[in-house]
């Protein structure tokens, strides 16, 4: 996936990303400062362009946000 902008498919996993990021936090999974720092690393790696960390985060995100 070469593109800069996000696919429909992308939006599909980001929506995911977010809703398991919410429901793990919910469910005390997560504490507030991971579910934080989930969100910003995607927020930040958006703004500068770099979709494909983003891409990364929106399929294995739950993976990366428990670290």
Request: charged letters at 25%.
């Amino acid at each position: 996936m070469g593109t800069k902008n996000l696919t429909e498919h992308d939006h599909v996993n980001m929506d995911a990303f977010l809703g398991h990021v919410l429901d793990d936090y919910k469910a005390g999974g997560l504490s507030k400062e991971q579910a934080v720092s989930g969100l910003a690393h995607v927020m930040a790696a958006l703004d500068q362009g770099n979709t494909e960390e983003a891409r990364s985060w929106f399929a294995q995100g739950r993976k990366f946000i428990r670290k």
